[in-house]
């Protein structure tokens, strides 16, 4: 089995995620938004990751990759992290087809949770999944999150409204400062 692990992103890892991104850009249309040339290129991503560590740097999210045998191989991010009375952030998560099916999505949701709750201090967690994405679904319901709602024509992707489900995760952060 090799190793997983989570880490902040950095600028050197612009290549690295437009390369992967590129090549699954088909395999993953029906689950991302349509983006830009640019995007899929290291200069778009070089500018994807100026703005995640802006935002990071404004306590607003925590970016991060996922890393396998020293290859980036992923992202995870917590974002839309709001404090005061609510103390909750939203989970995102990708791993490239390559390296699908090898436990690297569960593993690196784990890690971010104790990222969440230990680093964060974070209460809540919430993330969404379409309806049809039964893997992400199993990854969530593992790592104890609960389904929550459905959202109608919620996320538009590749052509067509999609309708996707709530999921919520209580965690033991600290109470609202």
Excluded: C
Aim: hydrophobic fraction near 40%; charged fraction near 20%.
């Amino acid at each position: 089995m090799s190793s997983t692990l989570i880490r902040l992103i950095e600028p050197s890892d612009g290549p690295a995620l437009a390369a992967l991104l590129s090549r699954d850009k088909q395999a993953y249309a029906r689950w991302l938004p349509e983006r830009p040339t640019e995007f899929y290129t290291p200069d778009g991503q070089a500018s994807v990751i100026e703005s995640l560590l802006d935002s990071h740097g404004k306590g607003l999210a925590w970016p991060g990759v996922v890393v396998s045998d020293e290859t980036v191989i992923g992202q995870v991010n917590i974002s839309s992290i709001l404090r005061g009375p609510f103390q909750k952030g939203f989970l995102g998560y990708w791993v490239s087809s390559l390296y699908q099916g090898l436990g690297h999505t569960s593993r690196a949701v784990g890690l971010a949770l104790r990222i969440a709750e230990d680093e964060l201090n974070l209460h809540r967690l919430e993330a969404h999944t379409q309806l049809e994405n039964l893997a992400s679904q199993a990854v969530l319901r593992k790592h104890g999150f609960s389904p929550w709602g459905i959202a109608h024509d919620h996320f538009y992707a590749d052509g067509a409204w999609h309708d996707e489900v709530f999921w919520e995760r209580k965690l033991t952060g600290s109470l609202a400062s």
